[in-house]
Nanobody, 133 residues
């Protein structure tokens, strides 16, 4: 059974940092595009960042560019999201998701075009991040 499990969320003050983890089981992430998405209360789910596990190509939304960093550890079958300079607007439930990366390798898609919720096949349940003083 393919599963994604997030961890690392919590309460942090504005300006603080958190590191989220997305651990996969039941399948190997090497040939997937993995994304972090977030949903705040009353808002639609939005993309945060995505990474191609085969070649580390990345995409960041404008709202997090320069503050968040997505990374991978293929040996641990895990993707991370380092979040710095957190703002109250970053408060949300953060979920990771996965989709096979073959449209990327063929050049049909880019990491950015694949980094939308509707393309993802597998989802974790999420971890809550609250940024508040």
């Amino acid at each position: 059974q393919r599963q994604l499990v997030e961890s690392g969320g919590g309460l942090v003050q504005p300006g603080g940092s958190l590191k989220l983890s997305c651990a996969a089981s039941g399948f190997t992430l090497n040939w997937y595009v993995i994304g972090w998405f977030r949903q705040a209360p009353g808002k639609e789910r939005e993309e945060v960042s995505c990474i191609s596990l085969s070649d580390s190509r990345t995409y960041y939304s404008d709202s997090v560019k320069g503050r968040f960093t997505i990374s991978r550890d293929n040996d641990k079958n895990t993707v991370y999201l380092q979040m710095n300079s957190l703002k109250p607007d970053d408060t949300a439930n953060y979920s990771c998701a996965a989709v096979p990366g073959h449209p990327l390798w063929s050049g049909r898609e880019t990491v950015q075009t694949m980094c939308i919720p509707s393309t993802m096949n597998y989802w974790g349940k999420g971890t809550l991040v609250t940024v508040s003083s």
